[in-house]
């Protein structure tokens, strides 16, 4: 069964600290992974995305993936209040017969950064 | 210049009754979505549409059925709505086969009463 795991916290950080966001996941056919930020009452939006082993950055935004751990980070450098979001990982596999899946979700990391 | 646009907004109607949403995206992407939000904020896969044809379809009742009138069009109708079918309905767009970046539209709030 595919399932993303994540603490769903609230998860509360001062500002100017690094946020350090968590995920696993149990599906090793998983090919790619994704980082959404979702603010109350809105839609999902992409933070980063991550394909190999390693880390990625962008701006204040570090993705890590290992595979071997099955296991996803994101950390938010110098947080800021408008950081404070619902963060959702989620892992993607396509089929080997051409068809593909959607996006498997964790359940979210709700996130505060205290001013 | 909205990417993926979901109509109504919001959608409130009475158990019993058959309902559609509407999703455009105007990305050219060739892969289309369907995503349900529960009230514990749970996003869950329910469709997805490749150059009209559907690839997968969750273990969702068949009282939802997506439509596909060309690439650029994804709707989803409801047919004998349930209480716990109230939820948000987001539609997304990717290129290639949906290894590629997911957009989503705004959602859609359905209440049934």
């Known amino acids: 069964q595919k399932e993303v795991e994540q603490n769903s916290g609230p998860l509360s950080v001062p500002e100017g600290a690094i946020a350090s966001l968590n995920c696993t996941y149990s599906d090793r056919v998983s090919q790619s992974f994704f980082w959404y930020r979702q603010y109350s009452g809105k839609s999902p939006e992409l933070i980063m995305s991550i394909y190999s082993n390693g880390d990625k950055e962008d701006g204040r935004f570090t993705a890590q993936l290992n595979k071997a751990s099955q296991y996803v980070s994101l950390l938010i450098r110098d947080s800021q209040p408008s950081d404070s979001a619902t963060y959702l990982c989620?892992?993607?596999?396509?089929?080997?017969?051409?068809?593909?899946?959607?996006?498997?979700f964790g359940k979210g990391t709700h996130l505060i950064i205290q001013p | 210049d909205t990417a993926v646009s979901q109509t109504p907004k919001y959608l409130v109607t009475q158990m019993g009754n058959d309902k559609s949403i509407k999703c455009e995206q105007n990305?050219?992407?060739?892969?289309m979505y369907w995503y349900k939000q529960d009230s514990k904020k749970f996003l869950k896969i329910m469709f997805s549409?490749?150059?009209?044809?559907?690839?997968i379809n969750e273990t969702v009742p068949n009282r939802f059925s997506p439509k596909s009138p060309d690439k650029a069009h994804l709707n989803l109708h409801i047919n004998s709505l349930e209480l716990g079918d109230s939820a948000v309905y987001f539609c997304a767009s990717s290129s290639t086969s949906g290894s590629d970046t997911q957009y989503f539209g705004p959602g859609t709030r359905l209440t049934v009463l």
């Open positions: 549409y490749n150059n009209k044809e559907l690839i």
């Open positions: 989620a892992a993607f596999r396509l089929y080997s017969g051409g068809g593909a899946d959607g996006l498997t």
């Open positions: 990305l050219g992407h060739d892969t």
